[in-house]
């Protein structure tokens, strides 16, 4: 199946006329619901009023692809709106787009749902196809876009369909003060390290978090006891605890993923090897980041 071929012209909208990203996705599921898409309106419209946003997909300055799994409908639905001013995005009204990609799929569809809003989302991320799509004045003229028929979806679910891109990342240097104080805020539970290429060197977790920034915290050994942290260790770059640098508590063994592997893999790495957490790198360069816990809420209906 082609990417295209989960478009149609009479769900294309342009001139889309919204000011956000709500009201863009209200009016793309006005268009479904006239076009005959929707088995259920008053249920669909329910869906975007009382859990919005349920997810969203900003792709850079291009697009966003707001997307819901409902039995409102039979099946996957996409909708299209090419707005001839900027969208401002509610949870962030200084990020706008002029491009709104609604997509819509029953819970039996999550395989293909899934594989569609990675797709269009990694598509849109080229520059070229965004503005080509940009300079769309009708539906015939979306649908001729050669990057359409260009993308094929795969035949079952890889890590590039699941994982969360532009994974947050931190540098060698960085003190785990810092890094504690940016895990809380973003709330994670581990971050990849990155050198200034972008090429991972290593992870930090909770685990060396707590290790060294609380003196008196017990370790337990492999024999049952418990044993404190040698002077050595808390003295290692700094007397204080938080101005340790990152490379000196990361992880320097990682377990990483390609973006081409199945999510089976995945599923028999976390089950063999005890992980659930993995940067997703390209030739060494940390481009995502998967959790079992990821996987777990992105296939299951919550």
């Known amino acids: 199946m082609k990417l295209r071929d989960v478009l149609k012209p009479e769900h294309i909208v342009v001139p889309l006329r919204a000011t956000t990203v709500k009201e863009a996705t209200e009016r793309l599921a006005e268009r479904l619901v006239a076009a005959g898409a929707v088995a259920d309106p008053q249920r ?29 409908v039979r099946t996957l639905a996409t909708a299209v709106g090419i ?20 997509i819509v799929a029953p819970l039996r569809e999550a395989a293909l749902y899934l594989q569609v809003v990675g797709a269009l989302a990694r598509t849109l991320s080229d520059s070229d196809t965004a503005q080509a799509l940009l300079r769309a004045s009708s ?25 969360t891109p532009q994974a947050f990342t931190v540098g060698p240097d960085q003190t785990l003060g810092e ?10 539970r581990a971050t990849p390290v990155v050198d200034a290429s972008g090429s991972l060197i290593g ?43 990152v490379k000196d508590a990361m992880a320097r063994s990682v377990l990483c993923l390609s ?10 790495l976390i089950n063999s090897k005890d992980v659930d957490r993995f940067p997703v790198v390209r030739e060494g360069v940390v481009v995502g980041f998967l959790t079992r816990a990821d996987l777990i809420r992105r296939l299951i209906a919550i």
């Open 203 to 245: 992870m930090i977790t909770h685990r060396e978090l707590l290790k060294y920034l609380i003196p008196d915290f017990l370790q337990r050994t492999k024999s049952g006891e418990f044993r404190a942290l040698t002077r050595s260790q808390l003295q290692r770059g700094s007397a204080d605890p938080r101005l340790i640098p």
């Open 139 to 163: 539906p015939a003229q979306v649908m001729a876009l050669a990057a359409l028929e260009a993308v094929e979806l795969p035949t079952q679910l890889m890590v590039r369909d699941v994982m």
């Open 259 to 268: 973006e081409e592997q199945t999510l089976a893999d995945v599923a028999n």
């Open 44 to 72: 669909l419209n329910a869906v975007i009023r009382h859990t919005w946003p349920e997810d969203m997909v900003s792709v850079g300055e291009h697009a966003f692809l707001p997307h819901f799994r409902t039995e409102a």
């Open 83 to 102: 707005s001839p001013t900027p969208i401002h995005w509610e949870k962030d009204p200084n990020r706008t787009a002029r491009i709104v990609i609604f």
């Open 179 to 188: 890094v504690a104080r940016l895990m809380v805020e973003h709330d994670i």
